[in-house]
């Protein structure tokens, strides 16, 4: 018989054994032979015996469990030395996300370490997890809650993914390789991720090949992946440390640089009357106007996109994806 108790410091098991009579039989016939002497120290030890046993016939024995550590939705202990699993935090990123999951395994397998799922979701996944299971990946299906802790947020989709980061382009590599037709983005100063993934999914979706960005790790953060629902996948990330430089390059490989304004002054062309050129970098962002006067030559253009007036301007994510359907539309390949 059996009963578990739980306390501050971990599960009690209590296991209840059944005693003996023919042992207390024993005990009393054994007495009758003691000596006055003996039988007064007999029932001293009795009476100590007496404090920790009852007329139940049950005594008690306790086995105390060891508390089990958890380790973001999965159950166990880790053996890997700290310093190892700091270098790869380093290495790895978590995104989540049906969409976002799905176009990831499809287009980089290999980048995949880990997954989890719930189960409802299992289903929309029987072929990802044929290849983890194949290619010995370990992935956990676990409850909402134990979701919840791995990918550290309850907008999960019922998947989360950890893969190992992708290696940004240098501006030299990125125009090695690029196109007669061609749309890169800039973002300068972006703080919203959600406004990244809104960004990344209409420039997948008008045939934007890269982004510039201070720090090319903001693609793929969780929120950013998840909201671009897949488009992060088709587009390069281009890491820039001097951004001013970083356009300049663009420029001089033949890039005309398209920046946006809700001002509708001589300079700004209406989008409506506006033609795009083939090869395009759209600057976007809070404090563009300081830095393109830097980057700006005889061909630049500054477009405003007409509306009502009855708000200031368009959240930056809209913006783009207006112009990116522009520039689609005149030069789709």
Not at 134 to 157: D, I, M, P, Q
Not at 259 to 277: H, M, R, V
Request: net charge positive; charged share 25%.
């Amino acid at each position: 018989m059996n009963d578990s108790y739980s306390g501050k410091n971990g599960k009690v098991k209590v296991r209840y054994v059944r005693n003996s009579e023919n042992n207390t039989n024993n005990d009393r016939r054994k007495n009758k032979h003691l000596s006055a002497k003996n039988r007064k120290s007999s029932s001293r030890r009795s009476d100590r015996n007496n404090e920790r046993l009852t007329d139940d016939p049950w005594k008690v024995v306790s086995q105390r469990k060891e508390p089990i550590t958890s380790h973001s939705g999965i159950s166990g202990k880790s053996q890997v030395d700290p310093e190892q699993i700091r270098r790869q935090r380093l290495e790895e990123t978590r995104i989540y996300g049906e969409y976002a999951c799905q176009a990831t395994f499809k287009h980089r397998p290999e980048a995949i370490v880990r997954a989890w799922f719930v189960q409802s979701i299992t289903p929309h996944f029987r072929e990802a997890l044929k290849g983890m299971a194949a290619n010995r990946k370990a992935y956990h299906v676990v409850s909402e809650e134990e979701l919840v802790k791995a990918s550290g947020t309850e907008h999960h989709g019922g998947v989360c993914f950890l893969i190992k980061k992708r290696i940004g382009f240098d501006a030299k590599a990125y125009l090695a390789q690029s196109t007669n037709i061609d749309c890169v983005l800039a973002i300068e100063d972006i703080g919203n991720p959600h406004n990244l993934g809104a960004i990344m999914r209409s420039g997948a979706h008008f045939g934007v090949q890269g982004i510039i960005l201070h720090d090319v790790a903001a693609m793929e953060s969780g929120s950013a992946v998840r909201t671009a629902a897949g488009g992060a996948e088709y587009i390069k990330s281009i890491q820039s440390d001097n951004f001013s430089a970083t356009l300049k390059k663009f420029h001089h490989a033949g890039y005309t640089i398209v920046t946006t304004s809700s001002d509708k002054g001589n300079s700004n062309i209406d989008i409506a009357k506006a033609e795009l050129p083939e090869k395009m970098l759209l600057l976007l962002g809070q404090e563009s106007n300081g830095l393109t006067e830097n980057a700006w030559q005889e061909d630049s253009i500054n477009l405003c996109i007409g509306g009502t007036g009855q708000v200031e301007s368009l959240n930056v994510s809209v913006a783009a994806g207006i112009i990116l359907a522009k520039w689609w539309q005149q030069n789709k390949i």
